[in-house]
């Protein structure tokens, strides 16, 4: 089957899956995102049914960069790869109070994934097109990349980039902080990105907020779910285009180290000469050489 095939047979088997949740055919529906999709778009030319495909399709790979960050954790949890600090931090904050925010905006668990991903940084960078400012004599294409992995240990934005410290979350901005004043603060007479509130229409009482950078984030029941809103986080990029997988992302690995924890599971390099390489996303193959103990 050629690549071309491969992506007709995906989108017409997503096409049928959107199919059967909007004629009520999938057991419950409202588990599903397409479901809240299909709702919210409710066929407008915003967001329609073919928008619904290209984000499941979209998804589906975006999912993929779970194997590498599951990869990139067990390395650095690793008996013999591993760095001390982080395996320092994971007993320190299971023994804690894991789930407990104590008012802060996260909670250590949290912040202990939020620190895997700054020093793991799965997707490396965001990839922008250029526009010229004068019609060039030919036709050339230009590309700038914004990049997530250098940015995440530069030293302009942290003191000790390279040191696992999930207490530097403590510290940040929020999304839901970084508003009218804080655009001010910072030197615009404007906010960048207007503030918005887009009310959901799926009968939930929730609403999809930005801050001054376009940083999407929403609110249930009164209550804000912010991202942290700081240049030096960029494992999911920065403002508008900013991931909005990411909360589902941290509590997915929150609950991975959980089972890590409780099964007291430790990774351990295995000595195979030439190990597997295994694709496990686009343009990502990984050495199939971690195993585990419990
Ligand atoms: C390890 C996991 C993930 C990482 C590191 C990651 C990272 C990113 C990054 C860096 C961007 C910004 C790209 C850009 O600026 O062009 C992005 C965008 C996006 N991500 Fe993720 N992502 C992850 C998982 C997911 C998941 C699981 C979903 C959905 C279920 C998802 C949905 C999206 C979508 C829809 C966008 C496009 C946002 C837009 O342009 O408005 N991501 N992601």
Request: include cysteine; charge should be negative.
């Amino acid at each position: 089957m050629t690549v071309r095939a491969h992506l007709d047979f995906l989108k017409s088997w997503i096409e049928e899956k959107i199919e059967d949740i909007a004629e009520g055919r999938t057991p419950e529906p409202d588990k599903t995102f397409a479901y809240y999709w299909e709702k919210n778009g409710a066929g407008s030319s915003h967001f329609a049914r073919k928008d619904v495909v290209f984000e499941c399709f979209h998804n589906f790979v975006a999912f993929s960069q779970w194997g590498n960050t599951i990869y990139n954790m067990m390395q650095k949890l690793g008996r013999s790869t591993g760095d001390p600090a982080a395996r320092d931090w994971l007993v320190k904050t299971m023994e804690g109070d894991p789930d407990n925010a104590g008012g802060g905006a996260f909670t250590p668990l949290e912040r202990y994934v939020m620190e895997m991903f700054r020093l793991i940084s799965p997707n490396g960078g965001s990839i922008s097109a250029i526009e010229e400012t004068i019609v060039p004599r030919f036709e050339r294409n230009g590309y700038i990349v914004s990049p997530h992995t250098s940015t995440g240990v530069d030293p302009v934005h942290w003191e000790n980039p390279l040191e696992f410290d999930p207490t530097r979350y403590e510290r940040v901005p929020t999304s839901q902080e970084v508003d009218e004043a804080k655009a001010r603060q910072i030197g615009f007479a404007k906010c960048p990105f207007d503030l918005t509130s887009f009310e959901v229409k799926d009968g939930r009482k929730a609403a999809l907020n930005n801050s001054a950078f376009g940083t999407v984030f929403g609110v249930a029941d009164g209550k804000a779910m912010p991202v942290c809103d700081y240049a030096g986080f960029a494992p999911f990029g920065f403002g508008y285009r900013r991931c909005p997988g990411e909360q589902l992302t941290i509590q997915a690995f929150e609950d991975f180290l959980r089972k890590v924890w409780n099964d007291k599971i430790e990774f351990v390099k295995l000595n195979i000469a030439s190990p597997e390489p295994l694709p496990i996303g686009p343009r990502t193959v990984i050495a199939d050489n971690i195993g585990f103990t419990r």
